[in-house]
C-alpha cells in the first residue's frame, strides 16, 4: 500500500510563503499525474495544480502566484505557494494517479494551511 504524506503546512499572515511537500512511501511506477487538490470548509475538494510529463495546469485562483514541481527520482511533489491570500486557507492534498496493471489514484491525509492577519 502506497502512502503520501505531505508536509509544509501551518500558518502565515498575507502575502506571504508556503512550500508544501508531498512524498510517496515507497517507489511508484506509472505515474501520469502528480498534483495538488484543496478543501475549504464548507466547499468541495478542488484541483489547484497538477503535474504530467507533458504539462502543468493551474487553477485560474493561483496562477502567477503557485509552482508545482516534482522530484521524479524521490516520488516527491511540490507546491511552493506565494502572494498568500486568506481566501487560500484550506486543506491541501496530494495526489498520485496513473496506471501500473491498473489504475490507481493515491491522496495523503491532507495538511492545514491557514492564511489569516
Known amino acids: 500500500q502506497v502512502h503520501l504524506v505531505e ?10 510563503s508556503l512550500r508544501l511537500s508531498c512524498a510517496a512511501s515507497q517507489s511508484i511506477t506509472g505515474i ?7 478543501q475549504a470548509p464548507g466547499k468541495q475538494r478542488e484541483l489547484v495544480a497538477t503535474l504530467t510529463s507533458v504539462a502543468t495546469n493551474y ?8 509552482a508545482i514541481s516534482r522530484d521524479n527520482a524521490e ?4 507546491l511552493q505557494m506565494n502572494s498568500l491570500k486568506p481566501e487560500d486557507t484550506a486543506v ?11 489504475w490507481f489514484d493515491y491522496w495523503g491525509q491532507g495538511t492545514q494551511v491557514t492564511v489569516s492577519s
Open 7 to 16: 508536509s509544509g503546512g501551518g500558518s502565515v499572515q498575507p502575502g506571504g
Open 32 to 38: 501520469y499525474a502528480m498534483g495538488w487538490y484543496r
Open 59 to 66: 487553477a485560474d485562483s493561483v496562477k502567477g502566484r503557485f
Open 75 to 78: 516520488n516527491t511533489v511540490y
Open 92 to 102: 491541501y492534498y496530494c495526489n498520485a494517479n496513473g496506471v501500473d496493471g491498473h
